[in-house]
């Protein structure tokens, strides 16, 4: 058995050798993983509800975030394939899902369920170092990108008083922003990979501003606005993703 072992990673290793040489005309990598909310994205609902409809929550002038997870899809296109560092040319299609929940016990025999979600769709183009020397399978890399992000959303509250649920959505809007990116892929096999990463997210860069809410629509309200007689500042939507994937190789 020891020796079938050895065998077989000896066989491996040559089998790589190949690998080494040469990097792929084209990479493609399905990821998922967690989504961590950044002030002034993240954010709690209050221990009471009349904190959380007033003005007394420290946390009033954020999106009210808690968790979230991501998943999807990059590609990557070598711009030198001899030279290094190894320079790619990268675009993405990204989604990210947060949100929060509570439920308000008003009285003994009522409560208020309060849900909110914001989904966000990022098209990502941009530019990553692979750092790897010539001798590895191991290959960390790092990059940067531009990214173009649609924002929906709801908002829905049960009253079980009056055993009913009322949504307010979120009017669909797009902002600019960038992403840079640092993360490993390691070569299982000639056209198979493995990688993780992480990536910090700034989605609102360009493009933030408020307007008024229309009944059960509201608007994304990033840019400094007043409400009720307070000036709140801007918001900055940011977020760190902690992802896993395969990473599939092309033209080697």
């Known amino acids: 058995m020891t020796k079938k072992i050895a065998f077989f990673l000896v066989f491996s290793t040559f089998s790589l050798t190949g690998v080494l040489y040469s990097q792929p005309a084209a990479t493609v990598q399905l990821f998922g993983g967690v989504s961590f909310p950044l002030p002034d994205l993240k954010g ?14 420290p946390d009033s002038n954020t999106y009210f975030m808690k968790s979230g997870f991501n998943y999807g899809l990059a590609f990557k296109l070598p711009i030198n394939r001899k030279k290094l ?23 003994d025999t009522n409560y208020i369920t309060s849900d ?6 990022s098209f990502g183009t941009g530019l990553e170092y692979n750092l790897a020397g010539k001798k590895t399978i191991v290959n960390p890399y790092a990059g940067i990108e531009m990214i173009m992000t649609l924002f929906s959303g709801e908002y829905s509250e049960f009253d079980k008083y009056l055993a009913t649920t009322t949504t307010f959505k979120l009017i669909h809007t797009v902002r600019i922003g960038f992403r840079v990116n640092a993360g490993i892929d390691w070569v299982l096999h000639n056209n198979v990979g493995a ?6 997210t700034y989605a609102n860069l360009i493009g933030k501003s408020s307007g008024k809410d229309e009944q ?6 990033d840019g400094e606005r007043v409400d009720q007689g307070t000036t709140y500042p801007a918001r900055n939507i940011t977020y760190l993703q902690i992802f896993g994937g395969v990473s599939f190789y092309f033209g080697r």
């Open 195 to 200: 990688n993780i990463g992480a990536r910090y």
């Open 85 to 107: 560092p190894y320079l790619n040319a990268t675009g993405s299609l990204t989604i990210n899902s947060f949100g929060n929940d509570i439920t308000y016990n008003i009285a």
């Open 116 to 121: 909110l979600n914001q989904t966000l769709i």
């Open 216 to 221: 059960l629509k509201y608007y994304l309200n």
């Open 44 to 57: 709690d609902f209050g221990t009471t509800r009349q904190q959380f409809t007033g003005n007394g929550n």
